[in-house]
């Protein structure tokens, strides 16, 4: 049945502010009883999961170059072999072992976040052309509406990298360094998100 056009009317939409670690992460939160654990947090892998273990760094910061210490980071990847974990993958079947998805909040006192996973293989773009392994990175925090989307690239892909069909996109090639991670240590990485400012980071409306 068709509704009057007043019926079902927009949700104001608000700023994130304190209340999505209370929903998101609540014993990060100190509230306890709600889940084992927090949903996403821990490594994505675990003894049996194919591919390079990593750990990937970073921070948020804000348009003064300030630490955001409240923010909370998602990520999505494919497997080492470049399978997504998602029922809508059709070209594989991808590493049961790995999970494919992580949350963390950053640190109240630094701002850093965390993540435990493995290097992901190369996917092909909806044209057919492979792009460069990637991890995909969503920010939510106070101040923003909605999430930002980027990605995260690596360092040593320099070839894949510049194959990217989404790389290639990007106007202003001086601003792709704010996608390439940097390299600390074998298998440590460092990704920080500049949200405003000198060395903006690259946001994807999608």
């Known amino acids: 049945m068709v509704q009057p056009l007043y019926y079902l009317k927009e949700t104001a939409s608000q700023t994130a502010g304190p209340y999505v670690h209370i929903g998101c992460t609540p014993n990060f939160a100190g509230i ?58 059709t070209r594989g079947a991808a590493d049961p072992h790995f999970l494919g998805w992580g949350r963390s909040p950053g640190d109240m006192d630094t701002g850093e976040f965390v993540f435990e996973t493995i290097k992901p293989g190369r996917v092909p773009f909806k044209d057919g052309r492979w792009m460069a392994p990637h991890i995909t990175v969503w920010i939510v925090a106070r101040g923003i509406n909605l999430g930002l989307q980027t990605r995260l690239y690596f360092p040593e892909e320099e070839t894949a990298n510049s194959e990217d069909p989404v790389l290639a996109r990007i106007d202003h090639k001086d601003r792709i360094p704010t996608l390439i991670a940097k390299r600390e240590g074998e298998n440590t990485y460092r990704f920080d998100i500049r949200l405003q400012g000198e060395g ?7």
């Open 32 to 89: 306890t009883g709600v889940f084992d654990k927090d949903l996403g947090s821990g490594a994505l892998y675990n003894e049996q999961t194919r591919g390079t273990r990593i750990t990937v760094r970073g921070t948020v910061f804000d348009g003064g170059g300030y630490p955001l210490k409240d923010a909370l980071v998602e990520i999505w990847q494919a497997d080492d072999a470049g399978f997504y974990n998602s029922p809508s993958e």
């Open 200 to 206: 903006e980071t690259v946001f994807f409306d999608i």
